[in-house]
């Protein structure tokens, strides 16, 4: 949704864009076995809301997304 948000700022028109006009350009990767801690501070540090999950080179379980989190959370709490 930030994409989206971003290209209307701009003075863009989103219900007549292309998607490559929309997406962020910069794709942000993560080892499939880097800590959960890690994935955060790297979406902090991008100001991402996904990442795409490698083992070197090739793409393995798809994306990783804030809302990932915020389902970790909420399974954490319901389980105190």
């Given at each position: 949704?930030?994409?989206?948000?971003?290209?209307?700022?701009?003075?863009?028109?989103?219900?007549?864009?292309?998607?490559?006009?929309?997406?962020?350009?910069?794709?942000?990767?993560?080892?499939?076995?880097?800590?959960?801690?890690?994935a955060?501070?790297?979406?902090?540090?991008?100001?991402?809301?996904?990442?795409?999950?490698?083992?070197e080179?090739?793409?393995?379980?798809?994306?990783?997304?804030a809302?990932?989190?915020?389902?970790?959370?909420?399974?954490?709490?319901?389980?105190?």
């Amino acid at each position: 949704m930030t994409d989206i948000a971003h290209f209307d700022s701009t003075g863009g028109d989103s219900n007549y864009a292309r998607v490559y006009k929309i997406a962020n350009p910069k794709v942000i990767t993560i080892e499939s076995g880097a800590s959960i801690e890690d994935a955060a501070q790297k979406m902090l540090h991008e100001h991402v809301h996904h990442h795409v999950v490698m083992e070197e080179a090739t793409m393995v379980g798809g994306t990783l997304s804030a809302f990932d989190f915020v389902k970790l959370v909420a399974q954490n709490a319901s389980e105190d």
